[in-house]
Structure formats: structure tokens, C-alpha cells
């Protein structure tokens, strides 16, 4: 989604109509194979609050749907999240970061929720790496982009934790482990030389051979080197060369405020 905003500064019928149609997919697939009824909340990120239809489009969706939700603002989308991530690494010596098409949020708890978001993302770096197999000096440019974004980062990660939480986070897991899914009871610690590693053999794919990897969906082939590339350069801002990764975080947070 985040790439229609950049392409077209609005989210198109067809982008609305297929987001319909997926969602409904999911409730209704959820809703066959539990018998307790659900309680459905949607909610909108950045792509939302980026799009110059962004309030009418999110308003379609939840009528087409028929339910509740809401377009949440960057701070709100950085605490659910941690709150998210919390719910199995329950303190506060860390830094939550979640990324996707449009923004990047960077979340601590210091007597209150922190965020800190910036207006980058996996769109911003899918538009500059161009096509696949992505080229040295193409990548090379989407860095420096990213250490100018975050050159005007107030954040710091003294003896805190980085977790990263979201799909990007959860299919770098899954490569480098052969398709084995993570726990989402545990935070896993990885070395920055299984991420470098996996940014080094995913550019040199095509899109098809990235979508023919099972465990990674069409949707997620388009932007996961970009997502990747982003974790790099997050690392090198804060010159760490170990991160974490958590199974749960936005969707979890969400949920948890429903209860």
C-alpha cells in the first residue's frame, strides 16, 4: 500500500476493492473455524494517513465490511505496538521499533510511551532500489537515504534492547532458518551477519525466484530486501550488530486493547 501513496498520493478503487476482498477472505476463514464470536477491529496506518483520500478510503473499507475501526495516528501506532512486544518481554529496557510501507516508528517507555516516528519506509526504499536483481550502487543509494533519515533521529538505544517487530522481521527469521516459523511465545536474538548475509542473496533474485521462496507471500516479495535494508541501516545508525526479533507486536497490541 505504502508504494500506491508514493506512486499515485491517493489509494486507487482497485487498491480499496482488493483490500476489501482480502480482509473478508481472512474474517471469514477465521470466523468458520472458531465457534466463539469475534469481536473485528480494523485499523489504519501510515498508507491512511499519508493518502490524500486516505480518511474516505479507510471510511469505505469499514463500510464494505461492516465494521469498527479506526485510522490510528503515528504516536498510537508506536505504543500499540510496543504494547504489543511487551505482552512476552515485559520491561522496559528496550526500543520497539515496527516499519512498514510508509513509516517507521520508534517506541521506548520511559514513566510514559515514547514514539518517535519517521516518514520512511519499505515504499520509499522499493522505489529507489528499482528492479530485481537490485544492483550495488542502487542499494548503496537507498542507504544513504536512510542515514540521512536517520541522522535526525533523537532516539538512542543505550544499554536498551532494539526489537523489531513485523513482517519483514518475521520472514528474515524464517530465511535464515530454513522456513521454520518463530515462536510467538519467545524473543530471538539474531547476529547483523545472518541479516547482511540474507540482503546479499535476496538481491541477486529475481521477484518470481524471491516469490517462489514458500514461506514468503507475493505481497511481501515486493518489499522484504527493502525491509531488510532498513534494518541495516538501523543497526549501523546505532552501531549494533546484534538485534531481537519479536513474534507478536501492532496486531497484538491491538488485540490486547480489545480485551
Known amino acids: 500500500m505504502g508504494r500506491e501513496i508514493n506512486k499515485h498520493n491517493k489509494i486507487r478503487n482497485k487498491k480499496i476493492n482488493n483490500l476489501v476482498d482480502s480482509l473478508s477472505s481472512i474474517?471469514?476463514?477465521?470466523?468458520?473455524?472458531i465457534e466463539t464470536p469475534i469481536n473485528w477491529k480494523i485499523v489504519g496506518t501510515s498508507p491512511f494517513r499519508r493518502a490524500s483520500n486516505g480518511k474516505s478510503a479507510f471510511k469505505n473499507v469499514r463500510k464494505s465490511l461492516d465494521i469498527n475501526g479506526e485510522i490510528l495516528s503515528s504516536q498510537e501506532e508506536g505504543r500499540l505496538s510496543y504494547i504489543g512486544v511487551n505482552r512476552i518481554m515485559?520491561?522496559?529496557n528496550k526500543v520497539v521499533i515496527?516499519?512498514?510501507?510508509?513509516?517507521?516508528?520508534?517506541?521506548?517507555?520511559?514513566?510514559?510511551?515514547?514514539v518517535e516516528s519517521k516518514d520512511f519506509g519499505t515504499a520509499d526504499i522499493r522505489?529507489?532500489?528499482?528492479?530485481?536483481?537490485?544492483?550495488?550502487?542502487?542499494?548503496n543509494?537507498?542507504?544513504?537515504?536512510?542515514e540521512n533519515q536517520l541522522s535526525?533521529?533523537?532516539?538512542?538505544?543505550?544499554?536498551?534492547s532494539i526489537i523489531f517487530c513485523g513482517g519483514t522481521a518475521r520472514n528474515l527469521y524464517e530465511y535464515i532458518n530454513n522456513g521454520k516459523s518463530l515462536d510467538r511465545n519467545n524473543i530471538i536474538s539474531i547476529n547483523s551477519s545472518s541479516l547482511y548475509k540474507?540482503?546479499?542473496?535476496?538481491?541477486?533474485?529475481?521477484?518470481?525466484?524471491?516469490?517462489d521462496i514458500k514461506f514468503i507471500n507475493k505481497y511481501r516479495a515486493e518489499v522484504l530486501l527493502s525491509g531488510l535494508l532498513i534494518m541495516k541501516a538501523i543497526l549501523e545508525h546505532f552501531d549494533l550488530v546484534e538485534f531481537k526479533v519479536s513474534p507478536l507486536g501492532l496486531r497484538e497490541g491491538v488485540a490486547t486493547t480489545l480485551i
Open 90 to 92: 515485559p520491561d522496559s
Open 127 to 139: 522505489n529507489i532500489i528499482g528492479k530485481y536483481p537490485v544492483e550495488k550502487h542502487l542499494q
Open 198 to 211: 540474507a540482503i546479499n542473496d535476496l538481491s541477486k533474485l529475481t521477484i518470481q525466484e524471491i516469490n
Open 141 to 146: 543509494i537507498g542507504m544513504k537515504f536512510l
Open 27 to 33: 474474517i471469514k476463514l477465521q470466523e468458520q473455524s
Open 152 to 160: 535526525r533521529l533523537n532516539t538512542k538505544v543505550t544499554e536498551k
Open 98 to 114: 515496527d516499519f512498514g510501507g510508509g513509516s517507521t516508528e520508534f517506541t521506548y517507555f520511559d514513566k510514559s510511551y515514547n
